[in-house]
């Protein structure tokens, strides 16, 4: 038996899979801060209903995924641990000065930067100085160390970052620093940016290896525990959790590593996607993820997850492998608010679990998005998470209309603008991946979920002229399948600088280089998977290079054959980056005669987790959705009109299922809008599919 569970900010989301491949889920409320009692309770609730104890399921259970937003909350709310930096004497206001960071402002008087996990108070030099190619130009002054250590000690201070100049070419007063740290303070946490970050960039190393001091111990108390009481529970494996990468790991290896579990949750809702997508034939995908507090946006283009090597959060600089994920304020908790030009907003301030929106009659008194579904008849208040919870539709009604008064417009009026607006920024964000990458959005279909995500997508498709939107089965809860479906993933980079001529032509000797360096990463994968049990021939290693031209920093990331390189395998990667160039910033924009410079190795060890194959029913006839009954809602995009809709039941739904929009089709944890002029059918995995008669393409 597997478990996966996803942590969210309004729901904890469990789901169990059997023997046989067989799902059920679970939700129940997120409890901040104490995120764990939200899991027990999940688990409570899933063993209660499958007739076990809670100890009965843990002891069934052989595999225990859990996608954690323990990172991202310390790092957004400021609740991490107090972190001494030390630094090479002379460059403590590297990471304060952040690169002038100024995000997207373009007015100089509003820019701020973000400001450091670090104070200035807190920051030690000490000197030591490793030059370009890595030689020691002065050692390390270990009484200039030890002193510095002592200093922060006596502060207050219990985690430590060490980031020191050129560290990525020459580990060796790091490493150092690091062992003299623990013997004054063995309790300490310790990162230092050779093994979180050994890449180029002294500031988004540095802030990369203070997100992990800062967060690290946080993540360590909280999984530590939870795994222990799991274990104590009746589980006889230890949890594992999943990274930003897309990829599983040990407690240990995440917590070493804290930074890496930043988009733990979104990363499993991708994953989940891509597999979905390999069934249904689907190489180019767009996720749309939309929770209670923010929606992500992720591809997959030509069947491969897109990532990259640079993340911000709360512009916070983060430079490592990781699924290319996109957050936007945008949910279903995302408050209303009239802006100084008067002019209705959502987002990104949400409702939160707690008090919540408020027709979950826990207090909340501000419109959110969920509430104005309710006001426009998309969200049956008394079938709410299966009528588990029953919603107050006079709340809904109160604070919408309160809203609306400012702005002059009804309450039917504030809930259709409030749905226009939140659709706007989650299209916005779309286009950003998409459009602003030379790709279009067209040739994509729309993967749906998250519990608000089946009433907002097909509009959002609309919006963007998407041929197809996929609402999978267990939709609300997509990520924690997608925890289940997670291989386990180590990732490693390294910067090295090499030089390429034009035609991918390069020395012998820069050549070994390359290889060296890609085998000593891949020597690093392959020790991390020789640790858990899986089969050889389920352990593969993918390798990737990162280049640009000569002298310009546009860079793009050329998978390369997971073996030593030869010359002609460096002609073949290059001609992949002149293409991949052409594709985004046009066919004259290209200069493969000025030669490439390589820049960043990565090295990606995969642990298959074997999964059930997926069963496709027969579809043995075109039927209708079996109806419920109807009600008076808002399913015309373009007006706030209510009419009488017909609502159809999804949990009866048989493959080949059909419905004519518009309609709303209700799952106890979800429900899908199907606007006038689309179509809703029900294929043969049990997704629902929405189609647009003006936007279908041919191929």
């Given at each position: 038996m597997r478990i996966g569970v996803d942590i969210g900010g309004t729901f904890t989301d469990l789901v169990v899979e059997d023997d046989t491949g067989?799902?059920?889920?679970?939700?129940?409320?997120?409890?901040?801060?104490?995120?764990g009692a939200g899991v027990l309770a999940a688990l409570k609730l899933a063993a209660s209903d499958l007739g076990k104890s809670r100890a009965e399921l843990l002891a069934a259970t052989g595999h225990f995924v859990h996608g954690t937003t323990v990172t991202t909350n310390v790092v957004l709310t400021r609740t991490g641990e107090r972190v001494g930096l030390i630094t090479t004497r002379g460059f403590a206001d590297t990471y304060p000065l952040a690169r002038q960071y100024r995000g997207q402002e373009q007015d100089p008087s509003k820019v701020t930067h973000p400001v450091p996990l670090v104070t200035a108070s807190d920051t030690v030099e000490v000197t030591e100085r490793v030059d370009y190619a890595g030689r020691v130009v002065a050692p390390l002054a270990e009484d200039d160390l030890k002193n510095g250590v002592q200093y922060l000690l006596?502060?207050?201070?219990?985690?430590?970052?060490?980031?020191?100049?050129?560290?990525?070419?020459?580990?060796?007063?790091?490493?150092?620093?690091?062992?003299?740290?623990?013997?004054?303070?063995?309790?300490?946490?310790?990162?230092?940016?050779?093994?979180?970050?050994?890449?180029?960039?002294?500031?988004?190393?540095?802030?990369?290896?203070?997100?992990?001091?800062?967060?690290?111990?946080?993540?360590?108390?909280?999984?530590?525990?939870?795994?222990?009481?799991?274990?104590?529970?009746?589980?006889?494996?230890?949890?594992?959790?999943?990274?930003?990468?897309?990829?599983?790991?040990?407690?240990?290896?995440?917590?070493t590593a804290a930074a890496q579990t930043v988009y733990s949750g979104p990363a499993a809702g991708v994953v989940a996607a891509h597999h979905l997508g390999e069934r249904l034939g689907e190489q180019n995908l767009i996720t749309f993820d939309m929770g209670g507090t923010s929606t992500d946006v992720a591809l997959t283009h030509q069947g491969r997850i897109q990532t990259t090597s640079l993340q911000r959060l709360d512009r916070q600089a983060l430079a490592i492998p990781m699924i290319d994920v996109t957050s936007v304020g945008a949910g279903g908790g995302s408050l209303g608010w009239i802006g100084v030009d008067g002019t209705l907003r959502t987002g990104p301030r949400s409702a939160g679990a707690v008090p919540g929106p408020a027709c979950y009659g826990a207090g909340g008194t501000e419109a959110s998005v969920t509430d104005a579904n309710v006001v426009l008849g998309l969200i049956d208040p008394g079938y709410f998470l299966g009528g588990r919870v029953r919603l107050d539709r006079d709340s809904a009604q109160r604070a919408v209309a309160e809203l609306g008064e400012r702005a002059g417009l009804s309450p039917e009026a504030t809930a259709h603008g409030m749905f226009r607006v939140v659709n706007s920024v989650m299209a916005d964000a779309i286009r950003l991946r998409t459009v602003f990458a030379g790709l279009d959005p067209r040739d994509f279909a729309l993967v749906s979920f998250g519990g608000a995500g089946g009433l907002h997508c097909a509009a959002v498709a609309a919006d963007l002229g998407i041929r197809k939107v996929v609402v999978p089965t267990m939709a609300s809860v997509f990520s924690a399948a997608g925890l289940i479906s997670s291989d386990l993933v180590y990732s490693y980079t390294k910067t090295a600088t090499t030089t390429v001529a034009a035609g991918g032509m390069l020395t012998d000797d820069a050549l070994k280089s390359v290889n060296d360096i890609l085998a000593e990463l891949d020597a690093r994968a392959r020790a991390e998977l020789a640790q858990h049990d899986v089969p050889e021939e389920d352990r593969i290693v993918q390798y990737g290079l990162e280049m640009s031209y000569l002298g310009q920093i546009l860079n793009f990331q050329i998978d390369a054959p997971a073996r030593p390189l030869g010359h002609e395998d460096i002609a073949a990667l290059v001609a992949d980056f002149d293409e991949r160039y052409r594709a985004v910033y046009g066919p004259g924009a290209a200069s493969p005669e000025n030669g490439y410079t390589l820049k960043n190795y990565s090295v990606t060890g995969i642990g298959r987790i074997h999964q059930p194959a997926a069963v496709a029913a027969p579809v043995t006839a075109v039927g209708a959705f079996p109806r419920k009954g109807t009600r008076r809602a808002a399913a015309d995009l373009g007006s706030a009109e209510l009419s009488e809709i017909a609502v159809y039941d999804g949990t009866a739904a048989a493959p080949g299922a059909r419905a004519e929009g518009p309609a709303l089709i209700e799952y106890p944890d979800t429900n899908v809008l199907v606007p006038a002029g689309f179509t809703a059918a029900v294929d043969a995995y049990g997704n629902v599919v929405l189609e647009h008669a003006e936007h279908k393409r041919e191929g």
């Open positions: 067989s799902r059920r889920t679970w939700k129940a409320s997120s409890t901040p801060p104490d995120f006596d502060q207050g201070v219990r985690a430590f970052a060490v980031c020191f100049l050129w560290s990525f070419r020459n580990a060796e007063h790091e490493k150092r620093a690091k062992q003299l740290i623990l013997e004054i303070a063995p309790d300490a946490y310790v990162s230092i940016s050779s093994e979180s970050c050994p890449v180029i960039g002294e500031y988004e190393r540095t802030s990369t290896t203070a997100i992990n001091a800062y967060a690290g111990p946080a993540l360590k108390r909280y999984a530590e525990r939870l795994d222990q009481d799991l274990r104590d529970g009746g589980l006889g494996h230890p949890i594992l959790l999943m990274k930003s990468d897309g990829g599983a790991a040990s407690i240990a290896s995440a917590v």
